[in-house]
């Protein structure tokens, strides 16, 4: 098993920037991927970006620009830097962590609030 925490989120007024993170515990040796996804309310949740244990990078086309993405595997943490942020990017934001069997786990969330 593996488990995600998220921190980093909270409020911030438009323009702002806010570093998230996500610790992961248990059987980390077994994390290949991890992500960055996002739930607006009322909305479905999408895809921001994914790190490969290597540290490849892949992001959706509307994340890219002001969303960062990296890792540190010593810390088994995965980051997303986040800039310029607007009020349509307030969320929650979910951490995942897929295994190389194809297990997949979810982070409980942070909490971003962008103020206009």
């Known amino acids: 098993q593996v488990q995600l925490v998220e921190s980093g989120g909270g409020l911030v007024q438009t323009g702002g920037s806010l570093r998230l993170s996500c610790a992961a515990s248990?059987?980390?040796?077994?994390?290949?991927?991890m992500g960055w996804y996002r739930q607006a309310p009322g909305k479905q949740r999408d895809f921001m970006a994914r790190?490969?244990?290597?540290?490849?990078?892949t992001y959706a086309d509307s994340m890219k620009g002001r969303f960062t993405i990296s890792r540190d595997n010593t810390k088994n943490t995965v980051y997303l830097q986040t800039s310029v942020l607007k009020p349509e990017d307030t969320a929650v934001y979910y951490c995942?962590?897929?295994?190389?069997?194809?297990?997949?786990?979810w982070g409980q969330g942070t909490q971003v609030t962008v103020s206009s």
């Open positions: 995942n962590a897929d295994t190389y069997s194809g297990a997949s786990f």
């Open positions: 248990g059987s980390t040796f077994r994390i290949n991927n």
């Open positions: 790190i490969t244990r290597g540290g490849t990078t």
